[in-house]
């Protein structure tokens, strides 16, 4: 269930990122990117994974246990996500687009039927869009298929599978053949 988007934008978020990152989709990855559009919809916001451990490598898991954003880390993301919206303590350094806008005209440039169209009218479609929005989803894309999963994205840990990065280690730590690249550390 979507947290952000509706069920058709956020299959246009998938099939969009999918043209980015083949895998993105099997990964969650627009999982990932509703997540953070949709940070505020939790209490705590979705922001911020605890820790310091994740328990795949050991120690207690923590990073489920989400951290709450100081009031300055508030309003940074809460101008970043949702914009300025001509408040006086979001536009000290001027008007600010927010990713929520951003989506939304990225979105209606690639147009309702984008899921069903071929690849290659996909990719037009991407060209021909919001560079700032391009450029966003793209950035998205990399962090949800690459970052930990508690953030929704890189699920079963396919975008580590890929690199052949084990992801966090801690508290085991890296031994001198892994850090060497003589030996590879499995992904869990």
Known sequence: MPVHFS????AAVRAALERFVPGAAEAGVADYVDGLLGAFTFDPPRL???????????????????IAPNSVQELAWRTRLEGS???P??????????WHQIYAAGLTALGADFVTVDPDEQDRRLSAAPEE????LYEHACEGMYGDPVYGGNRDR???????????????GY??????????????
């Open 89 to 98: 303590e979001r536009e000290f350094n001027g008007p600010v687009t927010g």
């Open 175 to 188: 031994t001198d053949l892994e850090v060497s690249g003589r030996e590879k550390t499995e992904v869990r």
């Open 133 to 136: 929005f391009t450029r966003l």
């Open 48 to 66: 911020f994974a605890g820790g310091p451990f994740s328990g795949r490598h050991g120690g207690e898991a923590g990073f489920e246990n989400w």
């Open 85 to 87: 919206q001509r408040r």
């Open 7 to 10: 069920e058709a934008d956020l």
């Open 158 to 172: 396919v975008g580590w599978q890929a690199i052949s990065w084990a992801g966090d280690v801690q508290p085991r």
